[in-house]
């Protein structure tokens, strides 16, 4: 990263940590991995022809820019700020995910690296790593939770599909945590011409400055958009957080932006109150999983407790560190939204808009539903549509009580 | 003199290896592992590595990881695990425990508190796995403090300017890795192993022990002929998962019968001499 003086944009320092957080917590025989792969990141960023590169896939094959599209009549309904949606449910495989997966993939190009894997949640990074795979013509494995394969049925045979192998993940809570432990140990056992394409801004560093800043695309293009609709910027940006991909892609142009509120929302689940929930940052306390220090669903013991969220892509116990410093610092605020309040808002924005969102910006649209009306209709709120719901209409079916 | 420094001087003399057994404390619960554990030295331990149970040891393959599910239903925690060891230590003064495991549950304590409590319960080493040097001075630091040594790995993918750096604060021994993946699931190289071993032997005279991928009396003692120890664990916590159905005491009685199959094999491998 650039050192920025007086920005917070500049994170995190050599180490990679974001004040307390993130860090290179990985068994050794990974290290020198991620060495390599912090220095081939840092030689690629000042290399113009990958720039070049990415930005030519970004515009020809994922087909950004993405809208920032004025929710008219959600607006109205809620009778307050103006909503603008950034459109990332209209990119290639219908979600942010693949933005990241392009810069990783030519990472593992220029290192050398002849064989994928990821993890996957709700599917949309499995899908997204197995669409870019396809692309550069790398055999691509894909760790997912067997709860996840059961839920996200379309998005596993997509997978399967555009050529990866799906590996069920049976251990644990046999969702994303799992299918990350599962990916790590996949790649400690095949370091020689394994990449790892991680879906979030967590694991070891550099992954959370990485995948942010490939994401960060969402937010350079959105805040410049709202500058040229409404020659201004917004008052309020959202997006929902999982692990915090989207968000931190959408958050970080703004951080410095001290008129921009920013919030991140979380997935409450059954309720932050109950034991159900996913609202790493609202109820967690620091620790260490995955690669780096940060906001956990942990018992007092140190035993990761299992996440729950309606949405597969939320229903991850961590958090990205970068999130964990930004909450620790006051300038993001971290809110929450139960399953029930994001299938309303899912519903509320199929039938106002025409547009069908994935559970997990439906957290975020939620979120928006609940403050839009007591903000002046002349205040501006960027929402970041992180993907298209096309893959839960099984979930929502369910939760419903309708058979599909 | 540290019990861990007098166990490798001793076998040193007598010109043999460490056999060293891996059981998770409270596998497949808090009382059969006691057990298993206080007989452990008697069944040919050198040493012995005690894992702390988590939720998400992603460094090991399933028989680590089924281990430390059962210990974790069955309400292994760390202070339990402490308590095991001190009632241990209660007995048997000389034999080194090594606590191995993850860096989460130890945050969780408290690395300060950890290395005072850890030093106090008898415990002489500490392995964790994801704590690479990079990470590891938070607690290295203040175990050392406590005479407790802070076990460091070397990989098939450590280089020698990262082996320069890991030995440097290194103490107790050195844990090699010998095959890059998951506790139990690959066959453990034998020649690749010697040629690793020489270049540590270089950079340091620390003893060093070899584990991941080691299964039969055969690969103890081929490893045995070459390193300072003998690290089994998957092999030894499979015998629990294969007798859970048969009670403690044929649990008890299996782990330790395969222990005298492989220490026997690792103390005789080398025939009293001691290799160059």
Redesign the interface.
């Known amino acids: 990263m650039n050192q920025i003086p007086n920005s917070l944009r500049s994170g995190p320092d050599g ?1 990679g940590h974001f004040g307390a957080y993130g ?11 991620v060495l390599s792969l912090e220095q081939a990141y840092e030689t690629a960023k000042k290399d113009p022809a990958f720039h070049a590169e990415l930005a030519d896939l970004l515009k020809h094959y994922v087909g950004r820019e993405s809208p920032l599209y004025f929710a008219e009549r959600l607006t109205a309904h809620l009778g307050g700020a103006k909503i603008y949606l950034k459109r990332e449910d209209l990119n290639h495989t219908g979600a942010h995910k693949i933005n990241n997966c392009l810069g990783q993939i030519l990472l593992a190009r220029r290192m050398g690296k002849t064989r994928i894997i990821a993890e996957t949640g709700a599917g949309q990074h499995g899908v997204a790593t197995a669409t870019v795979a396809a692309r550069f013509g790398l055999p691509c494995t894909v760790y997912m939770g067997d709860v996840d394969m059961e839920r996200q049925k379309p998005n596993v045979f997509r997978m399967r599909l555009l050529g990866a192998e799906v590996k069920g993940v049976s ?2 809570s046999r969702t994303l ?2 299918a ?2 599962e990916a ?2 996949d790649w ?5 011409d394994t990449f790892y394409i991680i879906g979030s801004v967590v694991g070891p560093h550099p992954y959370p400055a990485l995948v942010r800043d490939f994401q960060t695309v969402i937010g350079n293009e959105t805040r410049a958009q709202m500058l040229d609709r409404e020659k201004r910027l917004p008052d309020l940006v959202v997006a929902c957080v999982g692990g915090g991909s989207n968000a931190a892609g959408m958050f970080h142009p703004f951080l410095d932006d001290t008129g921009v509120e920013i919030h991140g929302v979380e997935a409450a689940g059954d309720g932050v109150d109950t034991p159900r929930h996913a609202a790493t940052i609202s109820k967690g306390t ?6 780096a ?1 940060s906001y ?1 669903l ?1 018992d ?5 407790i299992e996440a729950h969220s309606i949405s597969a892509g939320l229903d991850y116990p961590g958090i990205g560190p970068e999130h964990s410093w930004l909450k620790d610092i006051g300038r993001v605020k971290y809110h929450s939204i139960t399953d029930q309040e994001a299938l309303d808002a899912f519903m509320l924005l199929s039938k106002l808009e025409g547009i069908i969102p994935a559970l997990e910006p439906a957290h975020a649209i939620a979120h928006v539903a609940k403050i839009a009306g007591q903000m002046d209709k002349d205040q501006l709120i960027a929402v970041c549509l992180s993907g298209r719901g096309d893959k839960d209409i099984f979930s929502v079916a369910a939760a419903l009580g309708e058979k599909l | 003199m540290s019990r861990l420094k007098d166990k490798f001087a001793a076998l040193k003399k007598e010109g043999r290896a460490a056999f060293v057994p891996f059981i998770t404390a409270g596998d497949p619960d808090m009382d059969t592992s006691f057990s298993i554990l206080q007989q452990l030295p008697a069944a040919g331990a050198d040493i012995i590595e005690l894992g702390m149970p ?6 090991d ?1 399933p028989a680590v ?1 089924a281990s430390s599910v059962r210990a ?1 239903k069955s309400g292994a ?2 202070v339990k695990v402490l308590k095991m060891v001190e009632k241990f230590r209660k007995a048997d003064k000389a034999t080194p425990i090594v606590l191995m495991g993850y ?7 408290g690395t300060a508190r950890f290395a005072k409590d850890v030093a106090h319960a008898g415990v002489d080493g500490l392995i964790v ?7 590891d001075e938070v607690l290295r630091v203040p175990a050392q403090a406590h005479g407790v040594d802070l076990i ?8 020698e300017a ?1 082996l320069k750096r ?1 030995v440097a604060d290194a103490s107790g021994y050195l844990y090699y ?1 010998s ?4 506790t139990g ?2 066959s453990v190289p034998e020649e690749e192993v010697r040629a690793a071993l020489a270049r540590v032997r270089a950079a340091t005279t620390l003893p060093c022990t070899v584990g991941f991928g080691i299964r039969s009396p055969e690969q103890a003692a081929a490893i045995a002929r070459m390193a300072d120890g003998v690290v089994v664990g998957s092999a030894i916590v499979g015998q629990v998962a294969d007798n859970l159905a048969h009670g403690k005491d044929r649990i008890v009685a299996e782990v330790l019968e395969l222990t005298r199959t492989l220490a026997g094999s690792t103390h005789a491998a080398r025939h009293g001499k001691v290799p160059a």
Do not use: W
């Open positions: 180490n860090g290179r917590f990985v068994a050794e025989t990974l290290m020198p991995l251990s644990g945590k799992d990350t432990n790590l140990r400690v056992a095949n370091v020689e620091p620790g260490v999983l995955h690669g220090r956990l942990q007092g013991d140190g035993q990761i | 988590f939720t998400d040891p992603m460094a393959g990881q974790l925690s760390m860096y989460n549950p130890i945050h969780a304590y796995v994801d704590l690479p040097i990079e990470e460091r790995f070397v990989t098939p993918t450590t280089d990262r890991i890795v095959v890059a993946g998951v699931t690959k």
